[in-house]
């Protein structure tokens, strides 16, 4: 869990200069918005994939639950042949 948070702040910090300051003057306007964003990609998202990917490691270790990573691609690049009609060049890699 430890490496977990400092992983999400260390990179809160770094990525904070790349966000708009425009949107987040609007999002400090409308704290609904700004609690719906920490609550829906942050607590519901991204931290239970990383607690979800932990435990991954915790019962498969480290290799294994790595190649993960390695399946996302593949099925979108099903998908987009399947049904979004994503003929040209849909399987070179």
Not at 34 to 53: D, E, N, P, R
Not at 66 to 77: G, K, M, N, Q, T
Request: proline share 5%.
């Amino acid at each position: 869990m430890k490496l977990a948070t400092h992983q999400m702040l260390i990179a809160a910090v770094l990525l904070a200069p790349f966000a708009a300051p425009a949107h987040l003057v609007e999002l400090a306007r409308q704290p609904e918005a700004l609690w719906a964003l920490v609550l829906g990609l942050g607590l519901a998202g991204t931290g239970v994939a990383f607690v979800i990917y932990y435990q991954l490691i915790q019962i498969l270790g480290a290799l294994r639950a790595a190649s993960v990573y390695y399946i996302p691609p593949v099925v979108a690049l099903v998908v987009g042949w399947a049904f979004a009609g994503e003929r040209e060049n849909a399987f070179l890699l």
